[in-house]
C-alpha cells in the first residue's frame, strides 16, 4: 500500500543534531530505527527507516551551513503542490521566509519558513523525491505532530491560512486544538507560557509498550518532561533526547 503523505499533510522530517552516530544508536535501541546511507544531491544523506518505510534522515548541526552554536532540532517538512504560491502566502500570513524557494536538482523545490509565532517549517514541493512513505501505525513512525506555541490563536490562523487545516477547539479547553486536514487527524496545537521560549514542532512515534520505551529512553539519556497521560490520540508520554529534541511516545 502507497504511504507516501498527500499535499498539506507533514512529509518528511530531519534530526539535526550534533552526533549522528549516538543519535542512531539511542533511536535504533528504543524505536527500532534502521538507517541506509544514501546518495541526495551534492552529499550522502542518512536515511530513516521504520519498517520498511522511511520517514526521514539525520543532519549534522555542526555543518558549516548552520551558523555557529545552532541547537539541536527536529525540522518537519510540509507538502505543498507549488513552493512558490505557497511562499508567497506566507508574509500575509504573518510569517517570514527564512531561505527562499529552490531546487534540490530532480528531487524536488523547497523553501524554509517561520510561522508567525517563531516556530520554523520547511515546504517540500515533490518531483521524484515524495518523502515519507512509512505506515503511521508501525512502531518508531511519526504518527502526531504538535506545534507548542505562545499564542494558540494566531498560530491558528497561520496554519489555516497558509495549509487549508482545520484547526478545532478540544471541548473545556482554550489552550488546545486538533489539527486536521480533511477527514484526516493529524496533530495539534498547545498553549504554552511565553517565557518558555519560541514556539516549536514536536513530533510523535508510534511505539507497542508505552512503559518500556520511556524506560528504555531514560536509561539512554533521555529526560522525561510530562508523566504518562490520555489525550486525542491515545496514551502518551512526553520526554526530551539527550541533544534536546522534543518527543512524544504514543501507545
Known sequence: ???????????????KVADIATAQVFYQEVLDWHYKEEPWPNRMYTTIYANTGKLGGFTDVNSPIFPPGTKPHISVYIAVDNVDRSAAKVAKAGGS????????????????VQDNMGAVISIW???????????ASCEGAPCWFELETTDIERS???YSELFDWTVERIEDSSLMRVCSYGEKRFGGMKQVASETGMSHWSVGFTVVDLDATAKKAMSLGARLTTGVHYFQAGRRVDLIDAEGLPLIFIE
Not at 125 to 135: A, C, I, L, P, Y
Open 97 to 112: 521566509i527564512l531561505i527562499p524557494s529552490f531546487d534540490m536538482a530532480d528531487f524536488g523545490r523547497m523553501a524554509v
Open 125 to 135: 514541493e515533490s518531483k521524484q523525491f515524495k518523502g515519507m512513505n512509512v505506515d
Open 1 to 15: 500500500m502507497d504511504h507516501y503523505r498527500n499535499a498539506h499533510e507533514i512529509c518528511w522530517l530531519d534530526l
Open 156 to 158: 491558528t490562523a497561520f
